[in-house]
């Protein structure tokens, strides 16, 4: 399978806890993207590299959200002291960025976090 | 207020209807629309993407963009009970790396 792919698909952890999630994006797509998604609302932007550069960040991103791309392949996001609001589908994109001045984003299937 | 607004629905029609999907937005600088169609606990498929207002056909689908009125449409030809997902409309600016979603319209084909 050459898609995009998530780890853990579902994750569930108590309040306080740490949680990290990861993403392989299509092999030779430079940029990377993570949403957030909550029940009857359509995917929030979080973050997004242009290979190992985090080029910005949302004001939805709180000290406690943290994310890298070591090497600009795989990405991962930390979630510290995770509170019962952070409870939601973590999505992740990846696109090739070429000359043009927009690119196709190819989702992957979505990490659901539940937060007790 | 959002910069993207979508019809939430649900929306339930006959198979073999054609379905129209709508979204309006604020921000002027949104260049690029794109639709996606998102299955229960699964990621966003994309669907289409257009650039230019008028319309974009692909197969059963026609995307349609006023750039005046700040209004997108997405339609379904011969709807199937296959069709039936969640369609999320986004908007990009150019010169971001981020694509901005509606809350997405729910749609059930019945057999």
């Known amino acids: 399978d050459t898609g995009v792919s998530q780890n853990p698909r579902h994750k569930i952890t108590k309040r306080g806890q740490n949680v990290t999630f990861r993403c392989d994006p299509i092999?030779?797509?430079?940029?990377l993207y993570w949403y957030r998604q909550t029940l009857g609302q359509g995917p929030e932007f979080l973050t997004y590299?242009?290979?190992?550069?985090?080029?910005?960040k949302s004001r939805l991103l709180s000290d406690r959200f943290s994310a890298e791309r070591p090497k600009g392949s795989f990405s991962t996001l930390e979630i510290q002291r995770t509170e019962q609001g952070d409870s939601a589908m973590y999505l992740c994109?990846?696109?090739?960025?070429?000359?043009?001045?927009?690119?196709?984003?190819?989702f992957g299937p979505g990490t659901r976090l539940t937060v007790l | 207020q959002k910069e993207v607004e979508q019809d939430p629905g649900p929306l339930s029609v006959p198979e073999g209807a054609i379905v129209s999907l709508n979204c309006t937005y604020s921000?002027?600088?949104?260049?690029?629309f794109m639709w996606y169609r998102q299955y229960s606990r699964k990621g966003p498929e994309l669907l289409m993407y257009?650039?230019?207002?008028g319309n974009k056909e692909d197969g059963r689908f026609t995307a349609q963009v006023d750039k005046s009125s700040k209004y997108i449409s997405l339609f379904i030809r011969d709807s199937q009970p296959s069709d039936s997902a969640t369609y999320l409309c986004?908007?990009?600016?150019?010169?971001?790396?981020?694509?901005?979603f509606g809350d997405g319209t729910t749609l059930t084909v019945k057999p």
């Open positions: 994109a990846s696109s090739s960025r070429g000359m043009g001045p927009t690119d196709t984003q190819y």
């Open positions: 092999s030779e797509h430079n940029r």
């Open positions: 590299f242009q290979n190992e550069a985090q080029l910005e």
């Open positions: 921000n002027s600088a949104f260049q690029y």
């Open positions: 257009t650039y230019s207002s």
């Open positions: 986004a908007m990009e600016n150019t010169n971001a790396g981020k694509s901005t």
